[in-house]
């Protein structure tokens, strides 16, 4: 099979770099540093898949693009010095920038599943040039196109700040070091679930996070 033949999954990571993250900062990065192995992986697993990585970070200072439509193979792990929490949260303003980036880049082509992965410890409260309708709209558009969206969230009301931009695919942690890596460990599952449905060719459509246990009260 050539590269050309392969279909391609595009992983975009908008991760919150706003002042509260910074209580959180060491595990948050120890985490994200787990997801880049995943990923890297998931294309072994998979090799009819190329996976293609655009890693977002945002704060009231702006959106910085470590990553744009970069082979899995050159994503690169995160320190306390590509990632300093600081400033607001703009939330909204990131997720349009990003999503809307990748779609333009993306226009011309139909052989690919796009997951997008948005990880925030809190609410809007900065964005100046879109709203929730926006997002919104644009998610709504999006998803018939092979697009995914999760939304991945603490010290806020995180379903329904998700349900009001039309995601329904939530993750809910609380902010110590177990609850944080046990997150991660259920987007860790989710991913390879992910990507052996778009292998099996099985309906996308279905839930992204697979189930918890019932007695299992850590994560919801």
Do not use: C
């Not at 033949?5 to 595009?10: E, F, L, N, R, T």
């Not at 998979?46 to 977002?56: C, G, M």
């Not at 990748?102 to 879109?130: C, F, K, P, W």
């Not at 890596?181 to 099996?200: E, L, P, T």
Request: proline residues 3%; negative net charge.
């Amino acid at each position: 099979m050539t590269t050309e033949q392969k279909h391609q999954v595009h992983n975009l990571i908008i991760l919150d770099e706003s002042g509260s993250m910074e209580s959180i900062k060491s595990t948050i990065i120890q985490g994200f540093n787990e997801l880049v192995q995943t990923i890297h992986g998931i294309e072994k697993q998979f090799p009819e898949q190329e996976h293609y990585i655009s890693f977002i970070t945002f704060n009231g200072l702006g959106q910085k693009v470590l990553h744009f439509i970069d082979p899995a193979s050159k994503l690169q792990q995160i320190n306390d010095k590509s990632y300093e929490p600081e400033a607001t949260t703009p939330l909204y303003d990131a997720m349009a920038f990003a999503i809307n980036k990748l779609s333009y880049a993306l226009a011309r082509q139909n052989n690919y599943n796009v997951l997008v992965t948005i990880l925030t410890d809190g609410e809007e409260n900065a964005s100046r040039e879109h709203s929730a309708f926006d997002i919104k709209f644009l998610i709504d558009e999006l998803k018939p196109r092979n697009w995914t969206f999760t939304y991945i969230g603490t010290d806020h009301d995180v379903e329904k700040i998700a349900l009001s931009l039309s995601i329904t695919n939530t993750l809910v942690f609380e902010k110590n070091e177990a609850d944080i890596k046990k997150m991660f460990q259920k987007d860790h599952d989710a991913r390879v679930n992910y990507n052996r449905k778009i292998h099996m060719n099985e309906n996308m459509n279905t839930s992204y996070f697979i189930p918890e246990d019932p007695n299992d009260k850590t994560v919801s």
